[in-house]
């Protein structure tokens, strides 16, 4: 009786189908998800960062992403780049305009993570899942077309989600402005307001630039990466419509 009984156990479990893999879509909408990236485009966040205060504003796909500090406040809108002094706009040249543009931009992309990645512009391609440091991740790519993905259209990342919890522990990115690069961040802290996670995380980069951004999270586990900055939100404050 015994021996049957661990027969129809044993082809029970033969017969079940395997586990469905997850596409890089469903991994990326269930770290939105748990990151509570669904209330970011209808909310006010502000934060300071490196002792400049940054508020964005969102609402039903327009946004106003600022930056102030001494007497300069920045304004990045769906339509424009705009700066004030003393509360007076200032003509700028198209190259600084696109330099501090691209800054308050930057700062306020990475802040508010795994948002955007719903993108159209946005492409996400599933690579061989890894382990680092003992937890299983999922690891994806993203790309940008060219229309509609901005001026650094051609930059890459790559985002490490963990298998059980979806959470985006480590991301890393090549870029090619200012001479170009190639970063990899690890999360080292973490806080939700008002149902969204924010994350600090640690700046690395390379030792040898001739290292590949899909062997970079080998590289760190091989302590082949420097340490270039923290980069840690302060006074964060989130209110939604």
């Keep these: 009786m015994r021996a049957i009984l661990f027969f129809f156990v044993v082809t029970l479990f033969a017969c079940q189908s395997p586990k469905k893999e997850l596409t890089a879509q469903e991994v990326i909408e269930n770290t939105m998800r748990v990151s509570g990236s669904d209330k970011i485009g209808n909310a006010i966040i502000s934060f300071m960062f490196r002792n400049k205060s940054y508020i964005a504003t969102r609402n039903k796909g327009l946004f106003s992403l600022t930056r102030s500090f001494d007497s300069i406040v920045d304004v990045l809108t769906n339509k424009e780049f705009q700066r004030f002094i003393d509360g007076n706009p200032i003509e700028l040249s198209d190259s600084l305009a696109t330099i501090y543009s691209n800054s308050v931009n930057s700062v306020h992309y990475f802040s508010v993570l795994p948002f955007g990645l719903n993108d159209k512009?946005?492409?996400?391609?599933?690579?061989?899942?890894?382990?680092?440091?003992?937890?299983e991740y999922y690891k994806i790519e993203i790309t940008f077309s060219e229309n509609g993905g901005g001026k650094d259209h051609e930059d890459v990342f790559i985002y490490w989600i963990g298998k059980e919890d979806f959470m985006m522990d480590y991301l890393a990115y090549s870029f090619y402005t200012n001479g170009g690069g190639k970063r990899f961040r690890v999360v080292k802290n973490q806080q939700v307001v008002n149902g969204i996670r924010f994350v600090d995380v640690d700046n690395y980069k390379p030792i040898d630039s001739k290292i590949e951004l899909i062997n970079i999270d080998k590289a760190f586990e091989n302590k082949q990466l420097e340490k270039l900055s923290e980069i840690v939100l302060e006074d964060l404050q989130v209110k939604i419509y």
């Design 121 to 135: 512009a946005v492409h996400k391609k599933r690579l061989p899942s890894v382990n680092i440091q003992g937890k």
